[in-house]
């Protein structure tokens, strides 16, 4: 059985010399939403309130719009919309509009007693210019690395964190009033670090679990495209979405995360990290902001214990965070001290990575992405694959939105690590999809999601 997502991303894929989309995206005939909020109550956001960092995969165009949903906080109770620009929480709702946010999620006592819950929704005409089709997997993408901010800056306030990726799409969207091109797409919970409620839901799983909208799927899988009423959509993209939606949780099934096992090739065991977790966590705090310039790398080799660190701080921004392990890493080391260079897979549980293959030539791997300049000199490359049709059997269409998501969170994850180690790690949108796939051997079942590239940075 093929289902719609995989048709979608394959339309998504950037190939030489290919352009124009299958359907026109007639985005000047949607009606978009007002976030000025003009006569709205406004509050201050202090800094212990909302993550002071920028996502990297946002490329300045702002495609993620962030709401809270707020407890017991300095703030009366209610819905706001977080206005960065103007660091002010917009007030647009009181008790009732916090109530109809909040039954759209499943274990309610869980999160009733939430002290915030970020709801974070993707706001599509602010990137569709620029990636087309993709626009919306990659605004997923921007949605993640959002999400990674928030995890990690909470824990580093000592507060409990957990993901929520299941909901009811469109009670959230009717209740935030939200515009035909703003999606909401993930979701935050953070509590207080002695709150029982979050103490006793770790053991409870909650966090831990995917929701599947498999059991409620229609029988549309792709096959048979034109019986589906595809000419409501303005684009491929907007169709995705309405079939990644949940409407029912109760038609809901709830799968836990899955482990990964060990892998043929020879086994790398990684070294401790260079710092310990808590020293990364108070560092994110005097991360200023950078100017994010696409430059080529300059010359360098990585330090044994900067790789192994980078790779072992993935874990604090939550690994899987939206999904059940359906993600897979893979490493591509050019230029690293003491590691061979070659094509690894890196399985976190076991703190290690397996080599697949010896091959690596950069000057092949430069010319699998559109301005190959720019991934000149990379040290190394992580790129995450999975296999998508594996995926929806398992979490439906859904597992989709949620891949994406965890694409976002270890992006963003890799970023800030490298920029604690003086060192850049950039995601590099437009790659020729099945020559990089080809070069580094990955499987013909899997399709990649994202690719990071990780140098020494020429930019002062």
Not at 190 to 195: A, D, G, M, Q, T
Not at 327 to 347: E, H, N
């Amino acid at each position: 059985m093929r289902y719609f997502s995989e048709i979608y991303h394959e339309s998504t894929q950037y190939i030489p010399h290919g352009s124009g989309d299958p359907i026109i995206m007639h985005w000047e005939t949607q009606a978009y939403a007002d976030k000025r909020y003009e006569g709205n109550e406004r509050f201050p956001i202090t800094a212990g309130f909302m993550p002071v960092l920028t996502p990297i995969s946002a490329d300045f165009l702002n495609p993620v719009g962030i709401y809270a949903v707020v407890h017991n906080m300095e703030v009366p109770d209610g819905v706001y919309y977080v206005d960065g620009e103007d660091s002010k929480l917009v007030k647009l709702g009181g008790a009732e509009v916090r109530k109809a946010i909040l039954s759209a999620f499943p274990e309610q006592e869980f999160v009733t007693e939430a002290q915030t819950v970020f709801v974070y929704t993707g706001i599509l005409e602010r990137a569709v210019w620029r990636f087309r089709e993709a626009a919306y997997r990659q605004v997923q993408m921007d949605v993640g690395s959002a999400c990674a901010n928030t995890i990690l800056l909470a824990k580093s306030r000592g507060q409990k964190v957990f993901s929520l990726g299941g909901f009811v799409d469109d009670s959230i969207a009717v209740a935030l009033k939200l515009g035909a091109t703003e999606m909401p797409l993930a979701a935050i919970a953070v509590f207080p670090e002695k709150s029982m409620v979050a103490f006793n839901s770790v053991d409870d799983g909650v966090g831990e679990l995917a929701y599947s909208n498999h059991a409620e799927m229609s029988s549309y899988v792709g096959e048979d495209e034109s019986r589906f009423e595809i000419s409501r959509y303005p684009s491929r993209f907007v169709l995705q979405n309405r079939l990644e939606n949940i409407d029912d949780l109760n038609l809901c099934m709830k799968v836990r995360r899955l482990n990964a096992q060990a892998l043929p090739g020879d086994e790398f065991p990684l070294t401790p990290a260079k710092f310990t977790n808590e020293y990364y966590l108070r560092e994110l705090w005097y991360l200023r902001p950078d100017k994010k310039v696409a430059t080529p790398f300059a010359h360098g080799t990585l330090d044994l214990d900067d790789f192994s660190s980078m790779l072992r701080w993935l874990e604090l921004a939550q690994l899987n965070a939206f999904g059940a392990g359906l993600i897979k890493i893979w490493i591509v080391v050019f230029d690293v001290m003491f590691v061979y260079t070659g094509v690894y897979r890196y399985i976190p549980v076991r703190k290690s990575i397996y080599m697949q293959n010896g091959s690596a030539n950069p000057k092949k791997f430069n010319k699998c992405f559109a301005v190959p300049e720019q991934v000149q000199n990379a040290m190394l490359a992580v790129v995450l694959s999975s296999n998508l049709n594996e995926s929806c059997k398992v979490l439906g269409n859904r597992g989709y939105r949620y891949m994406n998501l965890n694409a976002g969170v270890l992006t963003e994850s890799l970023y800030e690590s490298a920029r604690l180690l003086n060192k850049t790690a950039r995601e590099e949108h437009f790659f020729y999809h099945d020559e990089l796939k080809k070069l580094l051997d990955i499987p013909e079942t899997e399709s990649i999601i994202s690719t990071v590239v990780v140098g020494k940075s020429t930019a002062k």
